[in-house]
């Protein structure tokens, strides 16, 4: 059931691990704590590649994981991804596709709490 579109404070409820035809990934599932949609969870999913290029542009993973633990994370660093699990953060929820007469809603952002 879609949600209203905006910021919303969250925890990181679980992670997952999984391979698609993109190659393996990290399926994230945030909870949101407060307000009238407390308890609703929404997911996202970043590829399981932790990288900066040089021109600075970075994977979605390595924002996730900056946003989570407040810190850069280093590319030779061995990610604890079970660590991440109940940190604090906030989601922007935005609308996606609609497929059916279905709006699937994406988590455009993570920022941290």
């Given at each position: ?11 990181v ?10 190659g393996?990934?990290i399926k ?9 949609k407390?308890?609703?969870?929404r ?20 924002d996730?994981?900056k946003a989570?633990?407040?810190t ?8 604890d ?33």
């Open positions: 059931e879609p949600i209203p579109e905006g910021v919303y404070k969250a925890v409820k679980e992670i997952g691990e999984g391979s698609g035809e993109f393996d990934y994230f599932t945030f909870e949101i704590k407060e307000g009238e407390k308890g609703v969870t997911t996202a999913i970043a590829s399981k590649k932790l990288s900066r290029s040089k021109s600075g542009k970075t994977s979605k993973l390595y996730f994981v989570l633990t407040k850069e994370p280093s590319a030779n660093e061995t990610l991804i079970e660590g991440l699990v109940g940190k604090a953060c906030q989601i922007i929820v935005k609308d996606g596709i609609e497929k059916d007469g279905v709006v699937f809603q994406n988590i455009s952002t993570i920022m941290p709490s």
